[in-house]
């Protein structure tokens, strides 16, 4: 993943989780990052550690604060982008939000919020950065979830987001492919993040439902978001130049699981 030093990077929801892990793994593989995310406490703690382990000649990371369900927003995040490097080799379409809701339970409201969140938003980011990919021949790294491609009990309208995400990320990949760019997905399982408790899970009940994952898993143990990270370098870098459409699961082997 050593080519990865000197492109340039836009990650979403940077500010934590996945997006920070990210963001720090490519900052200290030189990449040039521009770094958006909603909570500016969060992302400037995540700014300063990039700064912190990047090579010393690095250049310091742009940070954009942007609502990504803004159109305005969107776009000022890519002109900001394009015009402080000049160009954009690499997408990470990685914020996104989650619901704890079931057919009997959920509402037009939570739906809607899912899918602007989670498909909407990187759906119209990717419309605006595809230009300046295919400039540089560049790549797409989208962050799904094992939940787009297996049924997932109790988190109706996030699964259905990250399913329609898997297909952009497949028909995305079938257009663009012979413009020499790549997309890809990672589909993470459970991750130690904050997303589950920003759905509206207790602490108990979010230790519960770690300890029931725990359980149930392949691997017995849930994941971290370093490793998640690493698998967006690896199909982000030339390492997977021959990879395009792929659904990379990252999840211990949790879509192997037999839900009931």
């Not at 990449?31 to 995540?46: D, F, I, P, Q």
């Not at 739906?111 to 295919?134: E, K, Q, W």
């Not at 259905?160 to 492919?177: G, N």
Request: net charge negative; with cysteine; charged share 20%.
């Amino acid at each position: 993943m050593s080519d990865l030093n000197g492109k340039v990077a836009l990650i979403t929801g940077a500010s934590s989780g996945i997006g920070a892990a990210t963001a720090k793994l490519f900052a200290s593989l030189g990449a040039k990052l521009s770094l958006t995310g909603r909570n500016e406490v969060n992302l400037k703690l995540v700014v300063d550690e990039c700064k912190r382990v990047a090579p010393a000649d690095a250049e310091p990371p742009l940070m954009v604060l942007a609502e990504l369900c803004s159109e305005s927003d969107v776009v000022n995040l890519v002109d900001t982008t394009i015009k402080k490097f000049g160009r954009l080799d690499i997408l990470v379409n990685n914020a996104g939000i989650a619901a704890l809701d079931t057919i009997q339970s959920t509402s037009l409201e939570i739906y809607d919020r899912m899918m602007n969140a989670n498909l909407r938003s990187a759906f119209h980011l990717t419309m605006l950065c595809v230009p300046h990919l295919i400039e540089t021949r560049g790549n797409i790294v989208n962050v799904s979830s094992f939940a787009g491609t297996r049924g997932l009990p109790g988190m109706l309208s996030y699964s259905l987001s990250k399913a329609a995400v898997d297909q952009m990320t497949s028909c995305t990949a079938l257009e663009l492919a012979s413009k020499g760019v790549r997309v890809n997905s990672v589909n993470p399982g459970v991750i130690v993040s904050e997303i589950q408790k920003r759905a509206g899970m207790s602490d108990d009940d979010y230790a519960k439902f770690l300890q029931k994952t725990e359980e149930n898993h392949p691997i017995a143990r849930v994941g971290d978001p370093d490793e998640v990270a690493y698998a967006i370098a690896f199909l982000a870098a030339s390492n997977a130049s021959f990879i395009t459409g792929e659904l990379l699961h990252v999840d211990g082997g949790m879509h192997t699981v037999c839900w009931r």
